[in-house]
């Protein structure tokens, strides 16, 4: 084992010269080159194309897609179903300024396939579908602070955009932390309408609920599939403390909706109030949705005068997102999620062997087909334990990672199967981890 950081960094920086040529050019007109969720040292990658689930980068490297951009491609890519369904609404037209229908087959589809939403409105993004449902759970109780937990991640709004991934030394105690935010220009008084809950702590949550039940309008979970893996009796626990205290739970399902056919909350059996999508439902494309209640979801009808929670947008509904959106529904099958599923369940089993091998501290977990490998001894359980690993060798890895072939993303946490991944992918992803580990430490 030796320690080859330079030499990583050097082989990496030989095979992606068209790559560093693109970043510093686009760095002259964008700020930053490239948005954040993309940049790693010592550059980004600029793709070329994609297929199945293989990537070409501008210089022709290929690589086995273990992104999935952001775990939206659950297909993998050019999947020949959303290109059909594509190039028929193309036909078709792009926006002819109404309503073109796609939409009603995806309402129903969504409807048929999670028990706890009775309708659905789309439009964007995940950042969208969140502030919605906060303005939704507001107007509906009437009380204007929302709980949300340390660590979570619903967008980017202020009501939510707190404490996402805060200075421990500014975040006050583990068990009763403090509202941080999370990027500058925020409004003066946005600290004071969230409150901050602790992950894996029912105790705590129970506590911290009910001193502020009075004025919360809802609980807002994100259940960080293959990010923080949470106990089903804890998310079991929320609920109930929802329930015990009269508030709405808004269930983030953005990410979530990639571990089978009704979502995350299916997987641990609680029928949330409200739930937010985003990411898989749009095949590809931007899109948001919020769902569930009638009586709560009526408060958006403006059928018979004006809406009391007003949502719209010129490309809310986008007909060709639709379209694309039900195709990549029909395809995700129970069978294709247990395909995904078990494989990502073989991945982590074969990267833990790999640390234990190389006798190096470190966890792979996931949900579904959705994983992250830290280096830690500890088991990831909340915002705390995720801040206190090691990740001085995330940079290394990734770049070895990326010169076996192997795309991940820049910091190791949210990587995804998509559906044509097979099991020599799977196998050589953990040979070549290993690899990676043997080189950095």
Not at 30 to 53: C, E, N, S, W
Not at 270 to 278: G, K, N, Q, R
Not at 377 to 388: G, I, K, P, S
Not at 397 to 403: E, G, H, P, Y
Request: aromatic fraction near 8%; charged fraction near 20%.
């Amino acid at each position: 084992m030796g320690h080859n950081i330079s030499e990583i960094e050097k082989r990496y920086r030989d095979t992606h010269s068209n790559s560093q040529l693109h970043f510093d050019r686009v760095r002259k007109v964008m700020p930053g080159g490239v948005k954040g969720a993309y940049h790693h040292l010592p550059f980004p990658i600029t793709m070329d194309r994609g297929q199945g689930q293989y990537l070409w980068d501008a210089d022709g490297n290929r690589y086995i897609d273990f992104v999935n951009h952001h775990s939206a491609q659950v297909l993998g890519h050019k999947h020949p179903a959303v290109r059909e369904a594509i190039d028929k609404q193309l036909d078709r037209g792009i926006a002819l300024g109404a309503s073109m229908g796609n939409e009603v087959e995806m309402a129903e589809e969504m409807c048929r396939r999670v028990k706890s939403i009775d309708s659905i409105r789309f439009c964007n993004s995940g950042t969208e579908a969140t502030l919605h449902a906060v303005r939704l759970a507001r107007e509906f109780s009437g009380k204007t602070k929302i709980a949300k937990f340390e660590g979570g991640y619903h967008g980017n709004h202020d009501s939510v955009e707190i404490s996402v991934a805060p200075p421990v030394d500014a975040a006050g105690p583990e068990h009763a932390p403090l509202a941080v935010a999370g990027v500058g220009g925020m409004g003066p008084s946005v600290l004071d309408s969230v409150v901050i809950l602790p992950y894996d702590d029912e105790f705590a949550v129970e506590r911290i609920v009910s001193e502020h039940a009075g004025e919360l309008a809802c609980i807002m979970l994100d259940p960080k599939a293959g990010i923080i893996p949470q106990r089903r009796d804890f998310i079991q626990a929320v609920a109930d403390t929802a329930r015990k205290n009269n508030l709405l739970l808004v269930f983030d399902e953005i990410v979530g909706f990639r571990v089978g056919t009704g979502g995350i909350q299916q997987y641990h059996g609680i029928e949330p109030d409200l739930s937010t999508y985003a990411k898989i439902i749009g095949g590809g494309f931007p899109v948001g949705a919020f769902a569930g209640r009638s009586d709560i979801m009526q408060l958006t009808d403006n059928s018979s005068g004006s809406a009391r929670v007003f949502q719209s947008g010129t490309h809310s509904g986008h007909a060709l997102v639709m379209a694309a959106g039900k195709a990549t529904l029909d395809q995700l099958t129970s069978e294709a999620f247990a395909h995904m599923n078990s494989l990502t369940s073989r991945l982590c089993e074969g990267i833990q062997k790999e640390f234990d091998r190389v006798g190096f501290p470190g966890t792979a977990v996931n949900d579904g087909s959705v994983f992250s490998i830290y280096f830690t001894q500890e088991d990831v359980r909340n915002y705390r334990t995720l801040a206190r690993c090691n990740r001085d060798l995330t940079l290394p890895i990734v770049l070895s990672m990326l010169n076996q072939g192997y795309f991940v993303s820049h910091n190791l946490v949210m990587n995804s199967l998509s559906l044509p991944t097979q099991v020599e992918d799977v196998d050589g992803f953990v040979n070549a981890f290993g690899s990676a580990l043997e080189e950095v430490v």
